[in-house]
């Protein structure tokens, strides 16, 4: 799982050394609709204009899944905001639209298209997020660690549907089916050349399958753009870096967050001195900052609000930038609409089949982020009741969304997905009670003690990024935690559901997210696998499990004592 809150940091900040009037690049204020940077171009320049979209995650069209309401949000109401004027006359206004990956997983819309399509029952280019892209008039993007999620030809099917390039510097193809360049230079009407360069997070390597990549190889970042960087240089007069990865960094203090290679845009930044570069991944809301010279954005998921980044190169080759969050509005593109009318018809009433029912409804009140840490949540019971049925592991772990969500009675789909967001899939690790103390210590540290002596929840679950998702629940284990100790030394005891002792070996089921390690559980990352099971997603493995238990008595999950 992985999702986030939005977190906003104000346009018009420029942090590092080179970012003054005499380097290349000089930070504006945000950008007015209509202007360069906030104000009109002066004699001699040359501006334009990019629209930036990242980490949509399936969402076209204007509804939420969940409630089947209304939403302003989505590509199709982008393309109504921007237009449908088509690459070329965008190109010849000077205008670019650049997407930075990430829009194939997240809604029941492209998850049931995406069935449709290994089924072979739908063709390729009717995918509808290559769609509503080619609505748009994309210009360009690079790939999302989600992309690779559903195996390589269906990456492949996406990238030739998609009438934009692919600008992926560091993912390589040998076989040539998947058409990615590591940089594109387009030319604008004005006669400005802008260089198009992409990277999506090495740790795509750590997160996926290595069937799913197939023939793919995915390389380190910093090397690849640090060549594309010196590929572009003299070729264009502005650089753009779409890169598929955050920041590493606290954007206001520049206190070092993550030293992994996850999310890098800082270190890019400073060692490629790009003129832009427009990153995703982390769900930030990021109006822009300046970082040793480069203009750094970033817009939060869900299609909700895109970058607006208005630009101007002086006589002597000097970039303006400015840029400000914009929403996508409430009118929808009419044309993109009816042609996906169909597909969201078929989708809602596969929503809408009841599966089955449960003891009594998951009431959404019950799942509040710090009661469930103290007190358990009946959300996580069902979820590791039915892993732990389907796997017959010896214990169980989940983490749960960001938002507290509830699950009702009778259960449709629309209410699992609206539970379970995520294309998440199972897999079986052999684990070691050190390896199992540690991961209950990364959970530990999910709480601290407030100034009256209370728990609450750790502002290092908060910061960069939202991340409740990375506090595991566990079924078929008891343990306490003392919070008064320090992190990394609060687990007094743990015990098997029996009372026990936790054997030398033991098999823990868990999602794929989080038995690559990621989110702090780097231990269960050199974990033996025991069995994988690839064959459907968590929220279908649920809809089967209350289909055949109906109706399910669920256990609340929590096995955790926290003493302070």
Known sequence: MGESRDRTVAAGVERGAGAGEGGRLVAAAPAERGAVAGHAAAAGERTFRIAFTSDTHGHV??????????????????????????REARLAAGDLV???????????????????????TVPPETNPVACAFNELGLNAFTLGNH???FGYEALADYVRAMGATCVCANVTDP?????ILPFVVVTLGNGLRL??????????????RAEHLGPLTVGEVLPALERTATDLRGNCDVSICVYHGGFEEDLATGRVLSRTAENQACQIARACDFDILLTGHQHMAVEGVGIAGTWCVQPPANAARYISLSGAVDADGHVRVGSRLEPVGDVTDVRLARELAPLERE?????????????RPIDAAEEGKLDVALHGSRLAGLINQMQLALTGADISCTGLGNEAVGLASPVTRRGICSAYQ??????????????????LERCASYLELGPDGRPRISASF????????NYDLYAGIRWEGNLTRPVGERVVSMRMADGSPVPDELELVCNDYRASGTGGYDVLADCRVVRQYSEADVPELLARYIARESPVRIVRTGGVRFTW
């Not at 809408?352 to 029912?357: L, M, Q, T």
């Not at 684990?431 to 991961?439: G, K, S």
């Not at 908060?462 to 409740?468: M, Q, R």
């Open 61 to 86: 069209l204007p509804v939420s899944y969940a409630t089947g309401e209304h939403v302003d949000a989505g590509l199709a109401n982008l393309c109504a905001r921007l237009g449908t004027h088509g």
């Open 98 to 120: 650049l997407d930075g990956g990430d829009p194939l997983q997240g809604t029941p819309l492209i998850s049931r298209w995406l069935a449709g399509r290994a089924a072979g």
């Open 147 to 149: 992309d690779f999620n």
């Open 175 to 179: 076989t040539g089916c998947v058409p």
């Open 195 to 208: 260089g198009i360069t992409g990277a999506v997070t090495s740790y795509v390597n750590v997160w996926e």
């Open 347 to 359: 989708v809602d009433a596969w929503l809408d089949e009841r599966v089955g029912e449960l003891d």
């Open 422 to 439: 995520f294309a998440n899939t199972l897999v079986v690790l052999a684990v070691t009670p050190d390896v199992l103390r540690a991961t």
């Open 462 to 469: 908060s910061e960069p990024k939202v991340e409740h998702y």
